[in-house]
C-alpha cells in the first residue's frame, strides 16, 4: 500500500473516532434538553408535521422564541432529522454530532492547506502536523462539548470553516469556483447562528480586501462574487436591520446605550471584553463559567496544552511570518469579534472559531518541540504524553460518567417529571405548577403538547370554587409549600429525583 | 543619538507616571483568596467530587480525585491567574504591557536575554506569584510591590527596545498611552475583580 492509502484510512479512523465520541450516549449525555434545545426542538417537530413554526407562521425566515429570533438552518436541519429518526433526544442532536465530525474531518485538509506555506518544514511534518490538528480537534473538550447537544453555532463552525478552506484553495490555484464556494459557504453562516452574523460578514470584507489589494488579476471576479454573496446574504442583513433582527442583540449587549457616558465607556468595555477571551483563566481553567459550555470545573482547553501553545506562539513570533502566520493571526483577530459585543463575556459559545488558530499553535508547538535535537525532547514529550492521557481520562470519566452534575444547567428532569404529571392526570384534573419548579413552557409542548396547566407563585392557595376537583400541585421540596400543604388534604403522589446515588428531591407532585 | 535619549528620558517620565498611577489605585488592597493555593479548599473540592457523584469507585477516586492531581490542579490555576491578559492591563498598565509584548518579542527575535539584570527579573517575575499563592508574604503593599517592580523592570527595556528597534514606536507608545489614560477611568471598578480592601 501506499503512502496515500495509509493517509486515507488513517483519516477514515480519525472520522469515525470523532463521530464516536460524539455520538456515544448522546441521548442522555449532557443529561436532558436544556432550554434553546428544546425549542428549537419543538420548532423543527411543528415544521416537520403542518409546515409551521409554534406561532403559526408557515415556513418562517426566523424563529421567534423567548423574545428574540433563532437562526433558520439548524431547525430546518433538524426537521429533517427528526424525519429520519423520530421525536427525540438523539434526533435533535445528532445534527451537531454529524457536523460537528464532519468539522474535524474538514480540519485536516484546512491544516494541511496552511501548512504548506511554512516551508522549513518537512512534508513528513506537515503531514503529521495535519493529523495532530485533526486529532486535537477531534478530542478537544470545547468542539466536543458544543456538538454533542443542540448548539446551531457547531454548523455554522462547519461552514465558517468551509469557506475558509475553499479561499485559500483559490487562493492557490486561482479558481473562480472556490471563490464562489467560499463566500457563499460564508454567507450561510449568517443563517445558522447569531454571532456569525458578525463574524462572517467582517471575514468576507476582510478577505475581498485582501484580493485587492494582493492578487490584482482576480479583482474583477472578487467583485461579481461579492456581489452574488451580498444578494444572498441581503434577507438575512436587511431581517438584522429590523427591530426583530435586533432583538437578540439587544437582550444580550454589553453596552446599555441608556448610560450618559457610554460613548465613552464603550470602547473600552469592548476591549476588555475581547481581551478576556485571551485570558489563561478563561481557556484552561474555568471557561466562561456556564456549566453548560464546560466540564464541571474543566476549562474549554485541556491544561497539558499550555506548554505547546508556549512553544507553538513562540515559535511562530520567532520564524519568519508566512501564509500560515497571517492565517492564524486573522482567526485569533476576528473569532472574539462578535463575543465581545455581548454580556457574559469571554463567552465559549459565541467565540467558538478561537478553537481553530489555539488548536493549529498547539499542533505546531507540538511539532517544534518533536524537532528539537537533543534528548530533551524524549523528557519533555514523555511528560506532556503522560500528563495528556491523563486529563484526558479525567475528563472522560467526568463528561461521560458524571454529567449529572450539571443537571440543572441542562434538562434538570423536567422530562421526567412531564411524563409522571402524564401517568397521574385525567381528564378532570387540574395541573398547577408552582413558579419555583423554574420550567420553561416548551418544554411541556414539546414532550406533552396536550397538558394544561397553569403556572402559579409561592403564595397560591387551592380555589375554593375547585372543590373536589382532581388537583394536581407540582413544587419543588420547600418550607413554605409544606407550612401551606399541612393545612389542607393532600396526598404525595410522585416524586422527580436526581439521578445519582442519592436521589435528592427535585419535585413533588401533590394531590389535594 | 541625543534626539533618541531625550526620547528615552521623555518616555521614562510619562510611562512611570502613568506606572505610579495604577499602583496607586492597587497599594492597599490585597490580592483576592482566588489568587492563593488553600490545601482546605482542595480538601473540599475532593470530597465533593467523590461524594457528588455516583458510583465513584475505589480507585476511580484514588486515580482521579487525589490531592496530587487537586492540588496540581488549584496550583496552575492560581498561578496561570497572575498571566492573565486582563489582570496584567490592569496591574501595569496598557504602556507596561506594551513594554512587556516588546521585550518578549525582542527576546525571542534575538534568541538571548541580552542583560544579566534581564534574566535575574525574568526569574524574579516567574518565581514571585508562586511565592504570593503559596502565603509567603503576608503585607500587601510588599505583594503588590515584589509582582509589579521585575515585570516593569522588563516592561521598561522593552519599551527601551522598541525605541531602538522600531520606526513606528511613536505611534504605538501613543496608542497605548491612550489606552492607558482610559482605562484608569474603569480602573477602580475592574480592580474589585482582583483584589479586596
Not at chain 1, 332 to 340: G, Q
Not at chain 1, 399 to 428: C, F, M, P, R, T
Request: hydrophobic share 50%.
Amino acid at each position: 500500500m501506499d503512502v496515500k492509502v495509509y493517509t486515507i484510512l488513517l483519516l477514515l479512523l480519525l472520522f469515525f473516532f470523532a463521530s464516536f465520541i460524539r455520538i456515544y450516549n448522546i441521548s442522555t449525555t449532557p443529561p436532558g434538553l436544556y432550554v434553546d434545545e428544546v425549542s428549537v426542538a419543538y420548532n423543527a417537530y411543528t415544521i416537520l408535521k403542518t409546515g409551521k413554526d409554534e406561532h403559526g407562521k408557515k415556513l418562517p425566515f426566523a424563529f421567534q422564541a423567548y423574545g428574540e429570533y433563532k437562526m433558520p438552518v439548524f431547525i430546518y436541519l433538524t426537521s429533517l432529522s427528526m424525519a429520519l429518526f423520530g421525536k427525540n433526544e438523539f434526533a435533535i442532536r445528532i445534527p451537531s454530532a454529524f457536523f460537528g465530525s464532519l468539522t474535524v474531518l474538514l480540519f485536516y485538509f484546512f491544516s494541511k492547506e496552511i501548512i504548506q506555506y511554512e516551508k522549513k518544514l518537512k512534508e513528513t511534518y506537515q503531514e503529521l502536523f495535519a493529523f495532530l490538528s485533526t486529532f486535537l480537534l477531534a478530542i478537544s473538550p470545547w468542539h466536543l462539548q458544543f456538538s454533542r447537544a443542540g448548539f446551531e453555532a457547531i454548523v455554522a463552525l462547519f461552514f465558517y470553516l468551509f469557506g475558509l478552506l475553499f479561499f485559500l484553495y483559490f487562493y492557490r490555484e486561482k479558481k473562480n469556483l472556490f471563490l464562489y464556494i467560499s463566500f457563499l459557504s460564508l454567507g450561510i453562516t449568517i443563517y445558522t447562528y447569531n454571532a456569525f452574523r458578525i463574524i462572517s460578514p467582517l471575514s468576507l470584507v476582510c478577505l475581498f480586501a485582501f484580493i485587492l489589494l494582493r492578487m490584482p488579476k482576480q479583482r474583477k471576479i472578487a467583485m461579481k462574487v461579492s456581489l452574488v454573496t451580498l444578494v444572498c446574504m441581503c434577507p438575512m442583513i436587511l431581517f438584522s436591520l429590523t427591530q426583530a433582527g435586533l432583538a437578540r442583540f439587544r437582550q444580550v449587549t454589553a453596552f446599555t446605550w441608556t448610560e450618559p457616558n457610554g460613548f465613552f465607556f464603550y470602547p473600552i468595555q469592548y476591549l476588555n471584553n475581547y481581551l478576556a477571551h485571551f485570558s489563561l483563566s478563561f481557556l484552561f481553567s474555568y471557561g466562561d463559567g456556564i456549566g453548560r459550555h464546560t466540564v464541571f470545573r474543566m476549562g474549554p482547553l485541556f491544561k497539558w496544552e499550555s506548554i505547546p501553545l508556549l512553544v507553538g506562539l513562540f515559535w511562530l513570533v520567532k520564524e519568519k511570518a508566512t501564509v500560515f502566520t497571517y492565517v492564524l493571526l486573522f482567526l485569533f483577530l476576528v473569532s472574539p469579534v462578535a463575543a465581545a459585543l455581548a454580556l457574559p463575556s469571554p463567552h465559549l459559545l459565541r467565540s467558538l472559531p478561537l478553537i481553530f488558530p489555539i488548536t493549529l499553535v498547539i499542533s505546531y508547538g507540538i511539532i517544534r518541540i518533536l524537532l528539537i535535537q537533543n534528548w530533551k525532547k524524549y523528557l519533555l514529550c514523555g511528560f506532556l504524553l503522560f500528563i495528556a492521557c491523563f486529563e484526558y481520562v479525567l475528563y472522560s470519566d467526568l463528561y461521560y460518567n458524571h454529567a449529572n452534575v450539571s443537571l440543572a444547567d441542562w434538562g434538570n428532569q423536567y422530562k421526567e417529571l412531564i411524563q409522571k404529571i402524564a401517568i397521574h392526570k385525567d381528564s378532570n384534573t387540574r395541573i398547577f405548577i408552582n413558579m419555583n419548579v423554574g420550567m420553561n413552557s416548551e418544554y411541556v409542548k414539546f414532550y406533552d403538547q396536550n397538558m394544561q396547566y397553569t403556572l402559579v407563585d409561592q403564595t397560591w392557595k387551592k380555589p375554593a370554587v375547585l372543590g373536589q376537583e382532581d388537583v394536581l400541585y407540582i413544587t419543588t421540596p420547600d418550607r413554605k409549600t409544606d407550612l401551606y400543604l399541612e393545612t389542607i388534604p393532600h396526598t404525595l403522589l410522585d416524586s422527580v429525583t436526581t439521578p445519582d446515588a442519592y436521589h435528592n428531591v427535585l419535585y413533588n407532585i401533590w394531590k389535594l | 543619538m541625543e534626539t533618541i535619549k531625550k526620547k528615552k528620558l521623555l518616555i521614562v517620565i510619562v510611562a512611570t507616571l502613568v506606572v505610579i498611577l495604577y499602583l496607586s489605585h492597587w497599594l492597599g488592597c490585597r490580592l483576592d483568596s482566588k489568587f492563593f493555593f488553600s490545601a482546605l479548599d482542595v480538601k473540599l473540592r475532593i470530597i465533593f467530587d467523590i461524594r457528588s457523584d455516583q458510583y465513584v469507585r475505589a480507585w476511580e477516586a484514588r486515580m482521579l480525585h487525589n490531592k496530587i492531581t487537586q492540588g496540581s490542579v488549584d496550583v496552575f490555576n492560581a498561578y496561570i491567574q497572575f498571566w492573565d491578559v486582563r489582570f496584567l492591563f490592569f496591574f501595569l498598565s496598557p504602556l507596561g504591557v506594551l513594554g512587556l509584548i516588546s521585550w518578549t518579542y525582542y527576546a525571542i527575535k534575538k534568541q538571548r536575554v541580552e542583560q544579566f539584570y534581564e534574566k535575574i527579573f525574568l526569574a524574579l517575575s516567574f518565581l514571585i506569584p508562586f511565592v504570593i499563592l503559596f502565603g509567603f508574604i503576608t503585607n500587601a503593599v510588599l505583594m503588590i510591590l515584589l509582582l509589579a517592580v521585575p515585570l516593569l523592570v522588563l516592561g521598561f527595556r522593552g519599551l527601551f527596545l522598541l525605541i531602538a528597534n522600531n520606526k513606528y514606536y511613536v505611534y504605538y507608545f501613543s496608542l497605548a498611552l491612550i489606552f492607558s489614560l482610559w482605562y484608569l477611568l474603569i480602573l477602580n471598578t475592574m480592580i474589585i475583580n482582583f483584589c479586596h480592601q
